[in-house]
């Protein structure tokens, strides 16, 4: 078969016009197919560019049809949401480019985009699918934003990802996804072995992931077989695929990765291995970070800590994944020491500390301004081994002042370590820590509690809202907590609300126009949390 060749350039009008625009009429002149004769050029691209537009939007141009009828879309037998909830969600989708203005003053609307989220998460949950009718937008929407793709594309299902294999601006969907078009089944191994040979990195990576949901150690095995052969920059793709359902089955594997050439592949596996506390890198940590950390007893007002850091940072060390060089600003000492501690297991600490729990260790005054930076390496340790009595610890109580906490006064520390607490706990400390500090510094704690705040949090919250507003503030300084609780706060707290959103008289000193603003925006809330309710409601 002979294969012809053309010299006819394949750029599109559209393309030709915006490298017209990006180069500039001088360098680049329209091409003159496109444009009127003898008009200057800059006006004659945007005439172009104007009805290249129109064109794009009326539809494609009629094209040579292929040989076949595409196949039929895939049956999903998950059932379409109610009539009012798809009345709904068309909605959602027809405002997902946002209604909110420019500036600090929002109105009383509800910001529709931000719901849209939470309408498909409670139309997963009851297993719905998604109306044919509404597959473009969603799609569309997979595509704009990627923290709602995964929601949208499980909505959408496989007549979603089917419908995105007819258009390539959908393409994204098939890459995305564990469960694309064509994508075998975890059962049958040769399929799989047929696309992790042959599939693109995306395909392998999603690839990867679903067969490790289904059967971890199969996943493993896989990964295996070609990891010699592998780039370095994959190796470090796949190799974090193993956090979901890690165990110490995975020990033997993640070892030989400790002796990989990549420096990032070792410290990933080293992080793997060290959340891992019965493994032999966490031993040797352990073994190392208790070379460093004693007791001493000799000193008047009770037993200190002590700490000596390592003088060297050998090659068994940079082995298990320690980084010999420190970030600019740090010393290398403390800088291996924090490493060392933060991947030894949590549970060699109190048989080295003289038998004291968490809190009691936590307690212990650390000399020669050691606290801080061993502190630090227990939040990062307590973090990574998901350890909730060691949190509580490091945390404190909420109404103690932060600078003066036992382990951490970072906000992103603390939400971390709230991360590994149970909803319950996690949203009654927030409450508290809200309650006697107020909100300028809850912003990250908020952003780990479970939706729908519980009842303690949610007042607290609203609380501090109301004395912000007695205050005479503008809500906008508040704008971020504000969004919060549009998105967070039980919908059953709409009637309590109430009566916050009328204007209040303002106090001489208040910001002028302030109990107006105000007042706006606790409609906002209230309109906001009344239909979100509706949302649930439609969804039955």
Do not use: K
């Not at 009345?87 to 529709?112: H, M, W, Y």
């Amino acid at each position: 078969m002979t294969t012809r060749t053309h010299s006819r350039s394949t750029t599109s009008p559209w393309e030709a016009l915006v490298t017209c625009a990006l180069l500039g009429t001088d360098r680049r002149p329209p091409p003159a197919e496109l444009v009127s004769p003898g008009a200057e050029p800059s006006l004659a691209l945007l005439d172009a560019a104007a009805v290249q537009t129109l064109r794009r939007r009326a539809g494609l141009r009629p094209a040579t049809a292929p040989a076949g009828r595409p196949a039929a879309a895939p049956h999903d037998p998950r059932p379409v949401p109610p009539a009012a909830a798809r009345l709904r969600l068309a909605q959602l989708l027809a405002d997902r480019a946002g209604t909110a203005g420019s500036g600090g003053r929002r109105g009383t609307s509800p910001d529709l985009t931000e719901l849209l989220p939470q309408w498909l998460a409670a139309a997963g949950e009851r297993g719905y699918r998604a109306p044919a009718s509404a597959l473009p937008a969603l799609l569309d929407v997979a595509r704009a934003r990627t923290d709602l793709r995964p929601q949208a594309l499980a909505f959408a299902g496989p007549r979603g990802l089917w419908l995105a294999g007819l258009n390539p601006e959908w393409r994204f969907a098939l890459r995305g996804g564990a469960q694309g078009p064509g994508r075998p089944s975890p059962d049958d191994a040769d399929a799989v072995r047929l696309l992790w040979d042959e599939g693109l990195f995306a395909e392998r990576v999603a690839l990867l992931s679903a067969l490790r949901a289904h059967d971890a150690a199969a996943a493993r095995d896989l990964l295996a077989t070609t990891w010699a052969s592998e780039r370095a920059e994959d190796r470090l793709m796949f190799l974090d695929s193993l956090r979901a359902g890690l165990t110490g089955a995975d020990e033997p594997f993640l070892e030989q990765a400790l002796a990989d050439r990549s420096r990032n592949v070792r410290a990933t596996a080293a992080e793997l291995l060290s959340a891992l506390p019965r493994s032999a890198l966490a031993a040797r940590m352990a073994a190392r970070a208790a070379s460093c950390v004693a007791l001493d007893h000799s000193r008047d007002g009770g037993p200190v800590i002590a700490v000596e850091a390592p003088h060297e940072c050998d090659a068994d060390m940079q082995r298990d994944g320690v980084v010999p060089t420190a970030p600019a600003g740090r010393g290398e000492r403390s800088w291996w020491f924090g490493q060392l501690v933060e991947a030894a297991p949590l549970s060699a600490w109190p048989a080295r500390l003289g038998g004291r729990t968490p809190r009691e260790a936590v307690a212990l005054p650390v000399a020669d301004d050691w606290a801080d930076e061993l502190h630090a390496a227990w939040c990062r340790a307590a973090v990574r081994q998901h350890d909730a009595e060691w949190s509580r610890a490091l945390l404190g109580a909420p109404a103690a002042p932060p600078s003066s906490g036992p382990g951490t006064t970072s906000p992103a520390e603390r939400s971390r370590l709230l991360a590994t607490l149970p909803d319950g706990e996690r949203a009654a400390w927030v409450a508290g820590f809200i309650a006697a500090h107020g909100l300028p510094e809850a912003f990250q704690l908020l952003g780990v509690c479970t939706v729908p705040w519980a009842e303690p949090l949610g007042r607290a919250v609203v609380d501090a809202l109301d004395i912000a507003r007695e205050a005479g503030s503008y809500p906008w300084s508040f704008s971020g907590v504000m969004g919060l609780a549009e998105r967070c706060l039980d919908p059953a707290e709409a009637a309590r609300l109430e009566i916050l959103t009328a204007t209040p008289d303002e106090p001489e000193d208040a910001s002028p126009g302030a109990g107006g603003y105000w007042s706006e925006a606790f409609q906002r809330l209230v309109s906001t949390l009344r239909l979100r309710a509706a949302m649930h409601a439609e969804l039955g």
